[in-house]
């Protein structure tokens, strides 16, 4: 399987805890030289409220909410960005609490055909047992679970479905999930920092060959 | 099916959020469903947009894109319209995929060149030394230039969201913003530490 077979992909921090998301916004980011005041300007703000701010900025999507930060983007040489942007952010808000992390990735792949796209359904959900209870049965979705396998607390969660951006294509989606430590505010978010700063390129490294592994397979 | 609990408790902790939509494997449905017919909403204002109701179940996970999830009808029950229904932030369509990438540290800065040490992101080859002129940085950029600076050089296709694709060389430099008084002392005493570790006065 070549990188060119995939047709879109995504890396997304996803942060669980307590925000205030009226904060998050890209004049914000240029003062504190996150980002430069031409980036800031060209900006697309969707919305900016104490409950919630979303906006497109140079490639990268935000969205905030009171108990929820993701940041993400499908331009590859922005993951890195991506990273500092999140380091940035909360090595000046480090008293904020968050309690969970998720070093996201998704993956679209152009199948070969679509005899191919069937029979890859057809191998990871087997359709036997559903003979008799379903007509042509298909696979919507798929969502398997692990633990960790650096000891740490969390899990690995991977979905897979058919892509609805191309066809035949394969949608791979990997759940990358840190339960940190400690769920009180006093803590703030420098073990969440110090995976972010640690394990991201890990992580997306990870969560690729993890993605040509499973289609090697099938 | 597995019985272990997972980290993910409650809907609120559901922080991973597929950006896929409906499709079907293995049946005779054409797959041409677009993220715009078929995209969730992707931000409710609490208590101004409408509430589901989900009836009383024993398995609430619903699935995007169904009308019925696990037993469940989901109703819009009666309340006040939204004050505010956020526009929701356009799908990206960006996509580059990469024949080289690097990770670069400036070493010296000259007055139309600059050194680097280059690290291969990709693995494919060890560290080299390459020395790029000021002008393959972007104007914003090159007050970053400095010794020391960390930048990311990538190499390859660029494709917008017609599918136009161009090839690229890409540099942007680290920003990061300044050191915090915390970081600092945080330095100074892990030096410290070091110092006498090491038996140095």
């Known amino acids: ?218 | 099916m597995t019985s272990r609990s997972s980290a993910l408790e409650s809907p609120s902790d559901m922080f991973y959020q597929s950006s896929n939509e409906a499709g079907l494997f293995d049946s005779e449905l054409p797959a041409s469903s677009t993220l715009e017919e078929t995209r969730r909403p992707l931000l409710y204002l609490e208590k101004l947009a409408p509430k589901y109701k989900l009836p009383v179940g024993t398995n609430n996970s619903p699935s995007p894109g169904a009308t019925y999830d696990n037993g469940m009808v989901l109703e819009l029950q009666d309340s006040a319209p939204p004050l505010v229904f956020p526009k929701p932030l356009p799908p990206q369509l960006d996509h580059f995929q990469p024949l080289q990438s690097w990770e670069g540290v400036v070493n010296n800065v000259e007055e139309h060149a600059f050194s680097t040490t280059l690290r291969d992101r990709l693995k494919k080859s060890p560290d080299q030394v390459a020395e790029f002129p000021l002008e393959e940085v972007s104007l914003v950029d090159r007050e970053l230039v400095h010794p020391g600076a960390i930048f990311y050089w990538d190499i390859g296709y660029s494709e917008d969201k017609t599918g136009q694709r161009i090839r690229a060389s890409l540099i942007k430099f680290r920003r990061l913003p300044a050191w915090t008084t915390r970081e600092i002392e945080n330095a100074k005493r892990d030096a410290s530490k070091m110092r006498e570790n090491l038996g140095w006065e």
């Not at chain 1, 990735?105 to 057809?122: I, K, T, V, Y």
């Not at chain 1, 990870?206 to 099938?218: G, H, I, P, V, W």
């Open chain 1, 1 to 218: 399987m070549l990188d060119s077979s995939i047709k879109v992909e995504s890396a997304a921090i996803v942060l669980l805890g307590s925000f205030n998301p009226k904060i998050f916004h890209p004049a914000w980011l240029a003062s504190e030289n996150m980002v430069t005041k031409q980036e800031s300007e060209s900006a697309e703000i969707s919305v900016v409220h104490p409950e919630v701010t979303a906006f497109t900025m140079n490639k990268i999507q935000y969205e905030i909410t009171r108990d929820r930060f993701v940041i993400q983007t499908t331009y590859s040489p922005s993951f890195n960005v991506m990273k500092d942007l999140v380091l940035g952010m909360f090595g000046l808000l480090h008293y904020t609490p968050v309690h969970a992390l998720g070093l996201n990735r998704e993956f679209h792949f152009l199948l070969e055909s679509e005899d191919a796209w069937h029979r890859l359904g057809h191998k990871v959900a087997p359709k036997d047992i559903w003979e008799g209870i379903l007509e042509k049965p298909g696979t919507r979705k798929l969502i398997v679970e692990g633990v960790r396998s650096d000891g740490r607390e969390g899990c690995v969660r991977i979905e897979f479905a058919p892509s609805a951006r191309i066809h035949p294509g394969l949608f791979f989606a990997i759940n990358d999930h840190f339960q940190l430590a400690s769920k009180n505010a006093a803590s703030g978010c420098q073990e969440m920092l110090d995976l972010v700063r640690h394990e991201w390129g890990a992580s997306i490294e990870r969560s690729k060959a993890a993605a040509f592994k499973f289609l090697e397979r099938t």
